[in-house]
Each structure stands twice: as structure tokens, then as C-alpha cells.
């Protein structure tokens, strides 16, 4: 099993930044990639951003390119989320994401409210 924990989630004015963390507990060997999705009120949860734990390579979603930065430490199992220039449609509960052997794993979500 894995566990997934995040922190960093808060409220910011627009144009604000915030950074969040996502640390990995368990069974982290077989990590193929971890991301980061949100879902806003009443909307579907969407990809945001993810990384590739071998290589290092890096998504997002058109929405956020140039805005969002995605990172990770392997040595600690943890992957950051850089959010600058933050929108009020940017709000929503971002979840942490990792693939690994195939299964999806989530954790519980931080909120990340932005004021116009």
C-alpha cells in the first residue's frame, strides 16, 4: 500500500503564489510517476500536472503551463507543486496522484482558494 500526504494548500489573493508538497509513504519502490489533480464545486476532477520518477519528465495541463512548476525528491518521496500567478479559477482541491505498478493512488486533498 501507499500512503499519500499533502501540505502547502491556503488561501492567496490572485496573482499570489502558493507551493504544495506531496510526501509518499509504503510501498514507493515501484513509483513509475507522481502528479497532481484538482476538482473544483460541482466540476470533474482534472490532470493539472504529473512527473516521471525515472528521467524526470514533466506534463501539465494547457491551463497551467508557464504558471505551475511540478518537481520532486526522490530521496525524500515527495513531489511539489510551484503555483505561481494564480487565477480564481485556479481554486479547487488538489489532489496527489502517484502510479505505480499500475494502480492509482490519492491522497486526501488540500484546498487551494484564490481571491479576486
Known amino acids: 500500500q501507499v500512503q499519500l500526504v499533502e501540505s502547502g494548500g491556503g488561501l492567496v489573493q490572485a496573482g499570489g503564489s502558493l507551493r504544495l508538497s506531496c510526501e509518499a509513504s509504503g510501498r514507493t519502490s515501484s513509483t513509475h510517476s507522481m502528479g497532481w489533480f484538482r476538482q473544483a464545486p460541482g466540476k470533474e476532477r482534472e490532470f493539472v500536472a504529473a512527473?516521471?520518477?525515472?528521467?524526470?519528465?514533466?506534463y501539465y495541463a494547457d491551463s497551467v503551463k508557464g504558471r505551475f512548476t511540478i518537481s520532486r525528491d526522490n530521496a525524500k518521496n515527495t513531489v511539489y507543486l510551484q503555483m505561481n500567478s494564480l487565477k480564481p479559477e485556479d481554486r479547487a482541491v488538489y489532489l496527489c496522484n502517484l502510479v505505480a505498478e499500475g494502480k492509482h493512488y490519492w491522497g486526501q486533498g488540500t484546498q487551494v482558494t484564490v481571491s479576486s
Open positions: 512527473i516521471r520518477w525515472s528521467g524526470g519528465w514533466t
